[in-house]
């Protein structure tokens, strides 16, 4: 079956060490994209990417950085500068279409809950 | 830039009744798509129902339907019949197509709880 798999479940991290959560789909997805919820605040984009080799911040991407060397692989670093990175972490990816209409919305790993202490 | 508000942070029904959750959204674009996402305590995102703003005619998914106003921005889910699984967080989203790129705006949530 086609999905999304993030990887772990659960991170526990020291204060001041980078991580790297990731992030693999075999649905053929162009487009990917991370998330971070926190309790009362919905979803905030952190980064995604439309193409291999190519990506851009989100609304929250201060302390975060990633990579798209491959179509199927989108990992996400949360470094030492990032000050609040406890959090809930999600996924997810999209087709995307020329002439900028999508014709799916976006399929969501099942996260990966990050504890920095 | 575009904002996505769901003013009821908390709901609950009878097991069986029918519920309907808010969502207001802001917006200077004409093209756009709306979605409602189902978050159980898995926490698994699973898309429930999406609206094209083109379309007027509003959307349906067996027991989910939308309320769509698109002179008001307003964007309402019914569930009829609830049933014990729809018990979950709900998230109103809102999305341009735009430069290539895709980006959900999500609202904050309301928390659904269905009651035997």
């Known amino acids: 079956d086609g999905g999304i798999t993030q990887s772990p479940k659960y991170l526990f991290r020291k204060e001041g060490q980078n991580v790297t959560l990731s992030c693999e789909q075999n649905?053929?997805?162009?487009?990917m994209y991370w998330y971070r919820q926190d309790p009362g605040q919905g979803l905030r984009l952190i980064y995604y990417s439309q193409i291999v080799n190519d990506f851009q911040k989100g609304d929250i991407a201060e302390g975060y950085s990633v990579s798209r060397e491959k179509k199927e692989s989108f990992p996400l670093t949360v470094t030492s500068a990032q000050k609040n990175p406890t959090a809930f972490y999600l996924c997810?990816?999209?087709?995307?279409?020329?002439?900028?209409?999508?014709?799916?919305?976006?399929?969501f790993g099942n996260g990966t809950r990050l504890t920095v202490t | 830039a575009q904002t996505v508000t769901q003013s009821q942070p908390e709901m609950s029904v009878q097991e069986a009744e029918t519920v309907t959750l808010s969502c207001t959204y802001d917006?200077?674009?004409?093209?756009?798509?709306l979605f409602w996402y189902k978050q159980p305590p898995s926490r698994q995102m699973i898309l429930v129902i999406r609206?094209?703003?083109?379309?007027?005619q509003n959307a349906t998914e067996n027991r989910f339907s939308v309320n769509f106003q698109k002179a008001a921005k307003s964007f309402s889910l019914k569930i009829s019949d609830s049933q014990l699984g729809d018990t979950a967080m709900y998230f109103c989203a809102f999305l341009t197509p735009g430069a290539g790129s895709y980006q959900l705006t999500f609202g904050k949530g309301t928390k659904l709880s269905v009651i035997p």
């Open positions: 997810a990816s999209s087709i995307t279409q020329a002439g900028g209409k999508p014709n799916s919305p976006l399929h």
């Open positions: 609206q094209e703003a083109y379309k007027q």
């Open positions: 917006t200077s674009e004409n093209n756009y798509y």
């Open positions: 649905l053929n997805h162009d487009a």
